[in-house]
């Protein structure tokens, strides 16, 4: 036990001598090193929290399903009312959906939501009621409406509408409205087969 605590030579920092010990200098760099993973720790830490914080997903920036649910259910009453593609729509499969459909709103809503869940990285999955060529399967649901590219450009600008009315971020409003935009062929693949 005595060894261990016999004096190595002198160390002079700055103009002083201090004698360390084994034991002395064992115990300093134990602390050294607690002190260096301390740090890492709490680097790494800080790095994923920046990290988390930085990359949210949009669902998690949306607010989650409650909150797009909110969203979903306002667009879905408003494209209702909606002149150009609602119960007074020129197109008359719309016209008759808005009309004589409406009890099918509520699972639409749902359905919609799980969608948008779905596009913006949530944990849940949408699956089409009816499949089509794409993963998300819109063409099929739209098919029979016969949606024109102004009708569908008109539902994204009530789409706009209720992310406005909702003081939804510019940075997530044009993430919703792209999402929405990049499935345009799909939604009015029946207008162009007609």
Request: aromatic fraction near 8%; charge should be positive.
């Amino acid at each position: 036990m005595y060894a261990q605590t016999k004096a190595i030579e002198p160390v002079v920092v700055q103009g002083v001598s201090i004698s360390l010990t084994r034991r002395n200098l064992v115990a300093g760099l134990a602390l050294i090193a607690g002190a260096a993973t301390a740090l890492v720790a709490a680097d790494n830490a800080d790095a994923e929290t920046k990290q988390s914080v930085t990359e949210k997903s949009l669902y998690e920036r949306l607010g989650g399903v409650f909150a797009i649910a909110a969203v979903v259910d306002h667009f879905s009453e408003a494209v209702v009312k909606n002149p150009i593609v609602g119960k007074k729509s020129k197109n008359p499969q719309l016209r008759k959906w808005h009309t004589k459909n409406l009890e099918r709103l509520p699972g639409l809503k749902f359905m919609r939501t799980l969608w948008v869940c779905d596009i913006s990285g949530g944990p849940f999955k949408f699956s089409a009621t009816k499949p089509g060529t794409t993963p998300l399967g819109l063409e099929e649901a739209h098919r029979d409406l016969r949606i024109s590219s102004s009708e569908f450009d008109e539902v994204a600008a009530e789409l706009g509408r209720t992310l406005d009315f909702f003081k939804i971020p510019k940075r997530e409003k044009a993430e919703v409205l792209a999402a929405f935009a990049a499935h345009k062929n799909e939604v009015t693949a029946g207008y162009k087969r007609s």
